[in-house]
T-cell receptor, first 112, second 112 residues
Framework: NAGVTQTPKFRVLKTGQSMTLLCAQDMNHEYMYWYRQDPGMGLRLIHYSVGEGTTAKGEVPDGYNVSRLKKQNFLLGLESAAPSQTSVYFC???????????FGPGTRLTVT | QKEVEQDPGPLSVPEGAIVSLNCTYSNSAFQYFMWYRQYSRKGPELLMYTYSSGNKEDGRFTAQVDKSSKYISLFIRDSQPSDSATYLCATNSGGGADGLTFGKGTHLIIQP
């Protein structure tokens, strides 16, 4: 049981490049989330999904897109990376209507 | 004003001391209160949770919520060097679908 896994662990992008972060969970959770964590800002919700084929915006969605084509996967896309998107990105999942979220190990992204 | 306020520290105490970590929140709709622990370069993991007001104890850890003053506390007794981590308080209004609202986290250092 791997829990929540994230790919890649590290990435360096140049301004304007695009990339996709992959999150996978094997706990059969309905809900999945993408957060970013910045020094002095804490964890902030980017987008979330309450089921396969559904997504919704969180607190800081601008510059990101997401897709949930399969229940176990949640993808976060950056179409045109900006230095302000330098951050640590965490994926999380949970059962419906439950407050306990299980987090992945994070992806450290640097945009130069 | 951020909805959950937390002193980022660092808070440094000697081994064996009682540690008190605190948060305040502004939204009276919040009902679920959680403490997550995050070790360096890892994802957060749930430590404790409480619903509404009151205390909850788990081993050396006690979580306390005072809804009248919108104050959340975590107490750690007989602190150990392995307790050194960042502690994040989190809340939501119930349902969990729209993610959690996190404090910035308090960096705790237990000196051997």
């Amino acid at each position: 049981n791997a829990g929540v896994t994230q790919t890649p662990k590290f990435r360096v992008l140049k301004t304007g490049q695009s990339m996709t972060l992959l999150c996978a969970q094997d706990m059969n959770h309905e809900y999945m989330y993408w957060y970013r964590q910045d020094p002095g800002m804490g964890l902030r919700l980017i987008h979330y999904s309450v089921g396969e084929g559904t997504t919704a915006k969180g607190e800081v969605p601008d510059g990101y897109n997401v897709s949930r084509l399969k229940k176990q996967n949640f993808l976060l896309g950056l179409e045109s990376a900006a230095p302000s998107q330098t951050s640590v990105y965490f994926c999380a999942s949970s059962y419906p209507l439950m407050w306990e979220q299980y987090f992945g190990p994070g992806t450290r992204l640097t945009v130069t | 004003q951020k909805e959950v306020e937390q002193d980022p520290g660092p808070l440094s105490v000697p081994e064996g001391a009682i540690v008190s970590l605190n948060c305040t929140y502004s939204n009276s709709a919040f009902q679920y209160f959680m403490w997550y622990r995050q070790y360096s370069r890892k994802g957060p993991e749930l430590l404790m949770y409480t619903y509404s007001s009151g205390n909850k104890e788990d081993g050396r850890f006690t979580a306390q919520v005072d809804k009248s003053s919108k104050y959340i506390s975590l107490f750690i007794r007989d602190s150990q060097p392995s307790d050194s981590a960042t502690y994040l308080c989190a809340t939501n209004s119930g349902g969990g679908a729209d993610g959690l609202t996190f404090g910035k986290g308090t960096h705790l250092i237990i000196q051997p």
